[in-house]
C-alpha cells in the first residue's frame, strides 16, 4: 500500500525567506502524481503544485517549486520570498495513475513571521 | 474558490441524530469524493462516486455512514445515530480537470464542520 510521510509537523518561515517542507512517500508503481495542496485556517483546501512521476524536470509555479527525487522517493516544496498569506497548512498527495485515490500526508503547519 | 460548494458549512447536532450534508462539485467533472478530517490530521478517504455509482468505499464508512449521487451531479452523505466520535471537518472534492489544465487533480470544497454533544 502506498504512504505519504510528512516528517515536520510544524515548520516556521521569516518574511520573503525561504522555507521548504519535506514529503516522502513510498510505492512500487512508475507512474503516478504527486500533489501539494494548502489549506489556509478555517479556509478551503487549495491545490498549489503538482508533479508527473515520469516528468524529471521539477514543477515550478510562481513561488512555489518541487525538488522531486524519484529514486529516494521524496518530493519536497519550497516557497521562495515567503508572505504572511503563505502560513497554512500544507499536505503532500499522491495518487497512482491509473487509481482513483488520493492518499495524504498528516500535514505540516507553516507560520510565517512578520 | 474551487467552484465546489458544500452544505451546511457547520452543523451542531446532538448524539443520535441525523444529519446529512450536500457537496455539488464542478459541473463537467464526473466523478466526486468524499473525505473526513480531523484536527491536526490530512484527509482521510471514504468514498467515491463516478457519475452516480458508487465505486469504492472505505471501512472508515460504517453502516450508520450512506452516501448517494442520485443524477450524477450533486452528493449527499448521511450519517445515522451520530456519535460523538463522527465529530470532524467531512470534505467533498470534484476531481477531473480544468480548462487549459490537462492534468487531473481533485479540487475540494470548504468542508461542513460537524461537532455532535
Known amino acids: 500500500a502506498q504512504t505519504v510521510t510528512q516528517s515536520q509537523p510544524e515548520m516556521s518561515v521569516q518574511e520573503a525567506e525561504t522555507v521548504t517542507l519535506s514529503c516522502t512517500y513510498d510505492t512500487s508503481e512508475s507512474d503516478y502524481y504527486l500533489f501539494w495542496y494548502k489549506q489556509p485556517p478555517s479556509r478551503q483546501m487549495i491545490l498549489v503544485i503538482r508533479?508527473?512521476?515520469?516528468?524529471?524536470q521539477n514543477a515550478t509555479e510562481n513561488r512555489f517549486s518541487v525538488n522531486f527525487q524519484k529514486a529516494a522517493k521524496s518530493f519536497s516544496l519550497k516557497i521562495s520570498d515567503s508572505q504572511l498569506g503563505d502560513a497554512a497548512m500544507y499536505f503532500c498527495?499522491?495518487?497512482?495513475?491509473?487509481?482513483?485515490?488520493?492518499?495524504f500526508g498528516a500535514g505540516t503547519r507553516l507560520f510565517v513571521k512578520a | 474558490d474551487t467552484g465546489v460548494s458544500q452544505n451546511p458549512r457547520h452543523k451542531i447536532t446532538k448524539r443520535g441524530q441525523n444529519v446529512t450534508f450536500r457537496c455539488d462539485p464542478i459541473s463537467e467533472h464526473n466523478r466526486l469524493y468524499w473525505y473526513r478530517q480531523t484536527l491536526g490530521q490530512g484527509p482521510e478517504f471514504l468514498t467515491y462516486f463516478q457519475n452516480e455509482a458508487q465505486l469504492e468505499k472505505s471501512r472508515l464508512l460504517s453502516d450508520r455512514f450512506s452516501a448517494e449521487r442520485p443524477k450524477g451531479s450533486f452528493s449527499t452523505l448521511e450519517i445515522q445515530r451520530t456519535e460523538q466520535g463522527d465529530s470532524a471537518m467531512y470534505l467533498c472534492?470534484?476531481?477531473?480537470?480544468?480548462?487549459?489544465?490537462?492534468?487531473?487533480?481533485?479540487?475540494f470544497g470548504p468542508g461542513t464542520r460537524l461537532l455532535v454533544l
Open positions: 508533479q508527473e512521476a515520469y516528468k524529471q
Open positions: 498527495a499522491y495518487r497512482s495513475a491509473g487509481g482513483f485515490k488520493t492518499i
Open positions: 472534492a470534484s476531481y477531473g480537470s480544468l480548462a487549459g489544465d490537462p492534468i487531473a487533480a481533485q479540487y
